[in-house]
């Protein structure tokens, strides 16, 4: 799992119009309900399809999630599908990354044909940085442009976090946050450490989710073609990092001639420098000749 545990309240939160608490949807939308978690590492993205799933089938407190994985269950008389994913580091370097990008995209085979809902995870243990959304945005963007108008952003909030302010205080004070939360239309939940006593976490959760599906008409983001774009990003990638390797290897070959020719002028002006040695030191034998012959005349 991501976190450490927190079992859920959940506030209804946002003032998106697309999203009112108990809009009528219709049968076929809420009969089966496929959902993806997302979220940096240590988000509480097992807890959060712990709490929908009404049982731990995630990894435990303190276990990091290293492959996407699938779970079922019947919530509130119908089958809700849920996939939990990797989390990426803020500041993630390229290798591993990659590896999370794989996943989540892996995720989304997961729950064929394709999920009604992408349930974006973010921790207000500490400030949001923009570090920190432009990780979040880069990751949503590997499911498409489509995937803004089916992603819910589901903050969890440890303890009194809050103590002095509300969500919608905390999110309005904060850019980055705000920025996110526009991204989604507006959608946003709270999950807390400390529930409500008559407060059904779940059922608020997936009426959100229920209204937003119903906004989209029942429409999911197609599995395959989140694949075939990914693997057209991916070969994309993978040309870009060609390229740029054939440039680097280019500008290190133009180094090294570079060097060869400054070593080769180096050499030839040493040996320039020899034979002008040699040519002073020849004239210079002959220049003693002649006087030792002309001495050796006149003794004569």
Same mark, same amino acid.
């Given at each position: 799992?991501?976190?450490?545990?927190?079992?859920?309240?959940?506030?209804?939160?946002?003032?998106?119009?697309?999203?009112?608490?108990?809009?009528?949807? *219709? $049968?076929?939308?809420?009969?089966?309900?496929?959902?993806?978690?997302?979220?940096?590492?240590?988000?509480?993205?097992?807890?959060?399809?712990?709490?929908?799933?009404?049982?731990?089938?995630?990894?435990?407190?303190?276990?990091?999630?290293?492959?996407?994985?699938?779970?079922?269950?019947?919530?509130?008389?119908?089958?809700?599908?849920?996939?939990?994913?990797?989390?990426?580091?803020?500041?993630?370097?390229?290798?591993?990354?990659?590896?999370?990008?794989?996943?989540?995209? /892996?995720?989304?085979?997961?729950?064929?044909?394709? *999920?009604?809902?992408?349930?974006?995870?973010?921790?207000?243990?500490?400030?949001?940085?923009?570090?920190?959304?432009?990780?979040?945005?880069?990751?949503?963007?590997?499911?498409?442009?489509?995937?803004?108008?089916?992603?819910?952003?589901?903050?969890?909030?440890?303890?009194?976090?809050?103590?002095?302010?509300?969500?919608?205080?905390?999110?309005?004070?904060?850019?980055?946050?705000?920025?996110?939360?526009?991204?989604?239309?507006?959608?946003?939940?709270? $999950?807390?450490?400390? *529930?409500?006593?008559?407060?059904?976490?779940?059922?608020?959760?997936?009426?959100?989710?229920?209204?937003?599906?119903?906004?989209?008409?029942?429409?999911?983001?197609?599995?395959?073609?989140? $694949?075939?774009?990914?693997?057209?990003?991916?070969?994309?990638?993978?040309?870009?990092?060609?390229?740029?390797?054939?440039?680097?290897?280019?500008?290190?070959?133009?180094?090294?001639?570079?060097?060869?020719?400054?070593?080769?002028?180096?050499?030839?002006?040493?040996?320039?420098?020899?034979?002008?040695?040699?040519?002073?030191?020849?004239?210079?034998?002959? /220049?003693?000749?002649?006087?030792?012959?002309?001495?050796?005349?006149?003794?004569?």
């Amino acid at each position: 799992m991501d976190s450490e545990e927190v079992m859920v309240e959940m506030e209804e939160t946002g003032k998106s119009s697309d999203s009112q608490p108990g809009q009528a949807v *219709p $049968l076929s939308v809420v009969s089966g309900l496929r959902i993806i978690l997302i979220g940096e590492r240590e988000a509480g993205k097992s807890a959060v399809g712990n709490a929908i799933l009404g049982r731990g089938v995630f990894d435990a407190v303190g276990v990091r999630t290293r492959e996407a994985v699938k779970r079922q269950g019947e919530v509130a008389e119908r089958q809700v599908t849920v996939v939990d994913t990797p989390g990426w580091e803020w500041f993630p370097s390229r290798g591993s990354s990659l590896g999370v990008r794989r996943e989540i995209v /892996r995720g989304v085979s997961l729950c064929q044909p394709g *999920p009604h809902a992408v349930l974006l995870v973010v921790p207000l243990s500490f400030s949001f940085t923009r570090r920190e959304r432009q990780a979040a945005e880069e990751h949503v963007d590997l499911l498409g442009e489509r995937a803004w108008g089916h992603t819910t952003v589901l903050f969890t909030v440890k303890g009194g976090r809050l103590k002095d302010a509300t969500l919608e205080e905390e999110v309005e004070e904060s850019e980055e946050l705000q920025g996110l939360v526009e991204r989604c239309g507006g959608r946003y939940h709270a $999950l807390y450490g400390r *529930p409500r006593k008559g407060h059904d976490a779940v059922a608020e959760l997936l009426e959100k989710l229920d209204n937003m599906v119903a906004k989209n008409r029942g429409e999911f983001l197609s599995s395959e073609e989140v $694949l075939e774009e990914a693997r057209e990003k991916e070969e994309e990638e993978e040309r870009r990092q060609q390229e740029e390797d054939r440039e680097r290897e280019e500008d290190l070959r133009r180094v090294k001639e570079a060097l060869r020719e400054l070593e080769m002028e180096e050499e030839t002006e040493e040996v320039q420098g020899e034979g002008e040695e040699a040519t002073e030191e020849s004239t210079r034998q002959q /220049r003693g000749r002649r006087r030792y012959t002309d001495e050796k005349s006149d003794s004569e």
